[in-house]
């Protein structure tokens, strides 16, 4: 359910389960002039104060009142815990970047996109950093950096032209007023376009139909859009209106219509994606035509420029004629890439003119007819080949993610052959690797302009393992080359291409991001990576101290228990990362918190993550554990898992736990777990299959039922696949018979709850619709049911990821306290 999942969890104010508003109690009925006063001792017991206190006593001061659900000794343990965390969560991250050649020729100009949590306003503060860069030899290069950032204010993408000279920026509009499109110079505000909700909504920045792609000559720019609202149903005090109103017409109502189905988490009341194209000169808008009512559409690029004064647009489209199954995190969606001509212009003295050529009958073209997923198209600069990536064993098999390949089409310049034109395979799917071998591609995006200067090479970042590495890839010969170090357990994004250089980010689960800059060594084969002071990821000293006392590594877990039915893949060992204090002063082992990630089908790589890090600072070794099913292993050890969670899974997790007790680096009487979505689903069976294991627990929006989850999710054939293995994809229903609703009962963790001794707190997003806020609550429920210790706090505006800054924010706290709280 989640490829790469954080787990997450809210507020020091426990909320009850229909509102979040804390409820005073209310003073009983004053008899007499003096009023004994009660305070509570727990939170269901309360005892009488040695000296009551007269009502007119007139040094009496107002009566503090505690938090719901907290006590004197667990307050000041959130004083303490939030200080700290708040120091981890105003570290910055880098989402983007960018280069361009300077206007003098000499070293390159770089732009990065920065955020940072802004608690108070619940939002993420986003701001630009500049930084010339200079390049004497491959060893030594220098970063002249702005003085300050520049904070970018309601804005929703950037989007800078392919020369630099141009930047595009959307401000996506909060209610039904118009979207802005802002296009500046190098000194000044040149453009500025409003555009309308008749012709459509916002435009899409979600990282997956995302696409904002300009034309080489940046006249043009096509870009994602939510379609116009359809038009609804009229009424006033007459009934049915017929011709419907005007906005301002304040004697009628709109009715609903009929309801729209969406893609489901993050997509609710998002309407269907469709692609337009705005002229920059004239602010017209055009809705591209051509294209089918039932495909959704994202990612789109410009085509090389082809005979005649067409230019064609080449885009993602997902097909929705029957149902829209939930597409965040979920790549075994059918995809395909086709081509649509662009609308129609023609150059005049007053500039570009768009041309309707909606009565020119030219159907998009689909470019990939026999493989059945495509995305993330990318042309060389030559323009001579199309590299897309393909999720096909995803949409074969019906798991939510898998080991990827990589695709080329040599493009035809004749139209006419682009249908029949043939898909080469560059990079096929990774079954089992050898030690040490390329495991297979693993990424969930792809750089805008991913070429170095050959034209036919791509640096993306990939999952290895429990790592992510950058690879360089030739598109002609297959060649794959590990080009981040490959001594380093650290994990390496790359952020963007600088001709034959890359500026890149390294981390680990104890060290806070570190700019790079790769040089060429030898023919593209050997590189060096140069460090750049940067003050990007600045830090309190008192992180630094926390994080320096700290180490990490990167462990091998024998599979247990291997049978003859299991293929190589699945045999092979599985992988944990290990947080703990390089401290020697003690033999005594710090509490274990055992981390799951989601997915089944996710990773957790040996990056930074501030609120895994808060949690190793305030005491804690971290087991991070990728179970068999994980990504970065190959596609056997990914695919054994289907049809076996509940079991192999929280095997594989035992064994994990076992192998670090055996070695000493736990003690059996101090382990805690936390996981969410999937990982939730882990957690709950741990603790009722294992429940003299674990002294606390914590989950967020976990997977507790899959009989009540099938009925009520966005991703129903989810529970199929992962119950019933492949050939539960080809026996999804949306009316699962009594036998199959058995078998998912069986699997789910509430089928053990009545062993279960451990306190668990849950944290759950009440707009989640990939596992809805029912799964955790039934079960929470029940667990209150036979007395057992739970905690709960709902999120009312967060959907699965809890995400939001304080949301975020609140729930490793809340974390942090609880563990404290049983495992001292």
Same mark, same amino acid.
């Given at each position: 359910?989640?490829?790469?999942?954080c787990?997450?969890?809210?507020?020091?104010?426990?909320?009850n389960?229909?509102?979040?508003l804390?409820?005073p109690?209310?003073p009983?009925?004053?008899?007499?002039?003096r009023?004994?006063?009660?305070?509570?001792?727990?939170?269901?017991?309360s005892?009488?104060?040695s000296?009551?206190?007269?009502?007119?006593?007139?040094?009496a001061?107002?009566i503090k009142?505690m938090?719901l659900?907290?006590?004197?000794t667990?307050?000041?343990?959130?004083?303490?815990q939030?200080?700290?965390?708040?120091?981890?969560?105003s570290?910055?991250?880098?989402?983007?970047?960018?280069?361009?050649?300077?206007?003098?020729?000499?070293?390159?100009?770089?732009?990065?996109?920065?955020s940072?949590?802004?608690?108070?306003a619940n939002?993420?503060?986003?701001?630009?950093v500049?930084?010339?860069?200079?390049?004497?030899?491959?060893s030594?290069?220098?970063?002249?950096?702005?003085?300050f950032?520049?904070?970018?204010?309601?804005?929703?993408?950037?989007?800078?032209s392919?020369?630099?000279?141009?930047?595009?920026?959307?401000?996506?509009?909060?209610?039904e007023?118009?979207?802005?499109?802002?296009?500046?110079?190098?000194s000044?505000?040149?453009?500025e376009?409003?555009?309308?909700?008749?012709?459509h909504?916002s435009?899409?920045?979600?990282?997956?139909?995302?696409?904002?792609?300009?034309?080489?000559?940046?006249?043009?720019?096509?870009?994602?859009?939510?379609?116009?609202s359809?038009?609804?149903?009229?009424?006033?005090?007459?009934?049915?209106?017929?011709?419907?109103?005007?906005?301002?017409?304040?004697s009628?109502?709109?009715?609903?219509?009929?309801?729209?189905?969406?893609?489901g988490?993050?997509?609710?009341?998002?309407?269907?994606?469709?692609?337009f194209?705005?002229?920059i000169?004239?602010?017209?808008?055009?809705?591209?035509?051509?294209i089918?009512?039932?495909?959704?559409?994202?990612?789109v690029?410009?085509?090389?420029?082809t005979?005649?004064?067409?230019?064609?647009?080449?885009?993602?489209?997902?097909?929705?004629?029957?149902?829209?199954?939930?597409?965040?995190?979920?790549?075994?969606?059918?995809?395909?890439?086709?081509?649509?001509?662009?609308?129609?212009?023609?150059?005049?003295?007053?500039?570009?003119?768009?041309?309707?050529?909606?009565?020119?009958?030219m159907?998009?073209?689909?470019?990939?007819?026999?493989?059945?997923?495509?995305?993330?198209?990318?042309f060389?600069?030559?323009?001579?080949?199309?590299?897309?990536?393909?999720?096909?064993s995803?949409v074969?098999?019906?798991?939510?993610?898998?080991?990827d390949s990589?695709?080329?089409?040599?493009w035809?310049?004749?139209?006419?052959?682009?249908?029949?034109?043939?898909?080469?395979?560059?990079?096929?799917v990774?079954?089992?690797?050898?030690?040490?071998?390329?495991p297979g591609?693993y990424?969930?995006?792809i750089?805008?302009?991913p070429?170095?200067?050959?034209?036919?090479?791509?640096?993306?970042?990939?999952?290895?393992?429990?790592s992510q590495?950058?690879?360089?890839?030739?598109?002609?010969?297959?060649?794959?080359?590990?080009?981040?170090?490959?001594?380093?357990n650290?994990s390496?994004?790359?952020?963007?291409?600088?001709?034959?250089?890359?500026?890149?980010?390294?981390?680990?689960?104890v060290d806070?991001?570190?700019i790079?800059?790769?040089?060429?060594v030898?023919k593209?084969?050997?590189?060096?990576?140069?460090?750049?002071?940067?003050?990007?990821?600045?830090?309190?000293?008192?992180?630094?101290?926390?994080?320096?006392? @700290? =180490?990490?590594?990167?462990?091998?877990?024998?599979?247990? !228990? #291997?049978s &003859?039915?299991? *293929?190589?893949?699945?045999s092979?060992?599985?992988?944990a990362?290990?947080?703990?204090s390089?401290?020697?002063?003690?033999?005594?082992?710090?509490?274990?918190i055992?981390?799951?990630?989601?997915?089944p089908?996710?990773v957790?790589?040996?990056?930074?993550s501030?609120?895994?890090?808060?949690?190793?600072?305030?005491?804690?070794?971290?087991?991070?554990v990728?179970?068999?099913?994980?990504l970065?292993?190959?596609e056997?050890? @990914? =695919?054994?898992?289907?049809?076996k969670?509940?079991s192999q !899974? #929280?095997? &594989?997790v035992l *064994?994990?736990?076992?192998?670090?007790?055996?070695?000493?680096?736990?003690?059996?009487?101090k382990?805690t777990?936390?996981?969410?979505?999937?990982?939730?689903?882990?957690?709950?069976?741990?603790?009722g299959?294992?429940?003299?294991?674990?002294?606390?627990?914590?989950?967020?929006n976990?997977?507790?039922?899959?009989?009540?989850?099938?009925?009520?999710?966005?991703?129903p054939?989810w529970?199929?696949?992962e119950?019933?293995g492949?050939k539960?994809?080809?026996?999804?229903?949306?009316?699962p018979s009594?036998?199959?609703?058995?078998?998912?009962?069986?699997?789910?963790?509430?089928?053990?709850?009545s062993?279960?001794?451990?306190?668990?707190?849950f944290l759950?997003g009440?707009?989640?619709?990939?596992v809805?806020?029912?799964?955790?609550?039934?079960y929470?429920?029940?667990?209150?049911?036979?007395?057992?210790?739970?905690?709960?706090?709902?999120?009312?505006?967060?959907t699965?990821?809890?995400?939001?800054?304080?949301?975020?924010?609140e729930s490793?706290?809340?974390?942090g306290v609880?563990?404290?709280k049983?495992?001292?």
């Open positions: 359910m989640a490829r790469l999942l787990i997450t969890t809210s507020s020091y104010w426990c909320v389960f229909k509102s979040n804390l409820r109690p209310f009983p009925p004053i008899s007499s002039r009023l004994t006063l009660l305070r509570p001792t727990s939170l269901f017991s005892k009488r104060l000296a009551p206190l007269a009502m007119d006593d007139s040094k001061g107002p009142e938090p659900g907290l006590d004197a667990m307050e000041e343990e959130y004083a303490s939030s200080k700290l965390l708040q120091e981890f969560t570290i910055s991250n880098i989402d983007k970047a960018w280069i361009f050649k300077s206007d003098g020729g000499i070293g390159s100009q770089a732009m990065f996109s920065i940072q949590a802004n608690l108070l939002k993420r503060r986003k701001f630009i500049s930084a010339h860069i200079s390049q004497e030899t491959n030594t290069s220098s970063f002249q950096w702005a003085p950032p520049v904070e970018m204010t309601g804005v929703s993408t950037i989007v800078p392919p020369s630099g000279s141009k930047l595009l920026v959307v401000r996506n509009p909060e209610n007023s118009a979207s802005k499109f802002e296009i500046w110079g190098s000044q505000l040149e453009k376009f409003h555009i309308p909700q008749s012709v909504g435009v899409y920045t979600d990282g997956w139909f995302e696409g904002v792609s300009w034309n080489s000559d940046e006249t043009l720019i096509a870009y994602v859009a939510e379609e116009p359809p038009s609804k149903p009229t009424f006033n005090d007459l009934g049915y209106k017929k011709g419907g109103s005007t906005d301002k017409d304040y009628s109502w709109k009715g609903q219509g009929d309801w729209e189905e969406d893609w988490e993050s997509y609710a009341g998002k309407r269907q994606p469709a692609l194209v705005i002229n000169n004239s602010g017209e808008v055009q809705a591209v035509k051509g089918e009512k039932s495909l959704s559409v994202g990612q690029v410009w085509a090389p420029s005979k005649g004064v067409c230019q064609y647009l080449v885009f993602v489209g997902w097909s929705s004629d029957t149902r829209k199954l939930g597409i965040k995190y979920c790549y075994n969606r059918p995809c395909a890439l086709y081509a649509v001509r662009a609308p129609l212009y023609k150059s005049e003295a007053s500039g570009l003119e768009l041309k309707d050529s909606s009565n020119e009958d159907p998009a073209v689909n470019l990939t007819q026999h493989i059945n997923s495509a995305f993330f198209p990318r060389s600069p030559d323009g001579n080949s199309l590299v897309f990536l393909s999720a096909r995803s074969d098999s019906g798991a939510h993610c898998a080991t990589l695709h080329r089409i040599d035809p310049t004749d139209v006419k052959l682009w249908p029949s034109a043939k898909i080469v395979d560059v990079i096929p990774v079954m089992c690797a050898d030690d040490g071998c390329f591609l990424f969930s995006s750089l805008s302009n070429w170095l200067s050959d034209g036919c090479t791509m640096i993306i970042s990939s999952i290895w393992n429990s590495v950058i690879l360089s890839v030739n598109v002609l010969s297959g060649e794959v080359l590990r080009i981040s170090p490959a001594n380093s650290f390496w994004n790359v952020l963007t291409v600088d001709g034959n250089n890359i500026v890149a980010v390294s981390s680990s689960p806070v991001p570190q790079k800059y790769g040089c060429i030898e593209a084969t050997a590189w060096s990576w140069l460090d750049i002071s940067s003050s990007i990821f600045k830090c309190s000293e008192k992180v630094k101290s926390l994080l320096s006392s @700290l =180490q990490f590594s990167i462990m091998k877990i024998p599979v247990k !228990d #291997v &003859d039915g299991l *293929t190589k893949g699945a092979k060992p599985f992988e990362i290990f947080v703990s390089n401290s020697k002063e003690s033999n005594a082992c710090n509490p274990l055992v981390i799951l990630h989601g997915g089908h996710a957790s790589i040996s990056s930074f501030k609120s895994l890090a808060f949690l190793s600072s305030i005491g804690y070794n971290l087991l991070i990728n179970y068999r099913g994980s970065g292993f190959g056997e050890a @990914l =695919q054994s898992l289907l049809g969670v509940g !899974d #929280v095997n &594989d *064994t994990a736990i076992d192998h670090v007790i055996d070695k000493g680096l736990a003690s059996p009487s382990i777990v936390l996981g969410g979505s999937h990982g939730g689903f882990l957690t709950t069976h741990l603790i299959q294992a429940p003299d294991k674990f002294v606390a627990a914590a989950v967020r976990p997977v507790c039922n899959l009989a009540l989850m099938v009925g009520t999710t966005d991703i054939d529970c199929y696949v119950a019933y492949s539960g994809k080809d026996s999804f229903t949306e009316a009594a036998e199959q609703l058995t078998l998912f009962h069986s699997k789910s963790p509430i089928s053990h709850l062993k279960v001794k451990t306190p668990i707190l759950l009440a707009q989640d619709l990939r809805p806020v029912s799964n955790g609550l039934q929470t429920r029940a667990l209150k049911e036979k007395g057992a210790v739970v905690k709960v706090i709902v999120f009312p505006n967060d699965h990821a809890i995400d939001r800054p304080q949301s975020d924010f490793f706290l809340n974390i609880w563990f404290r049983y495992c001292k």
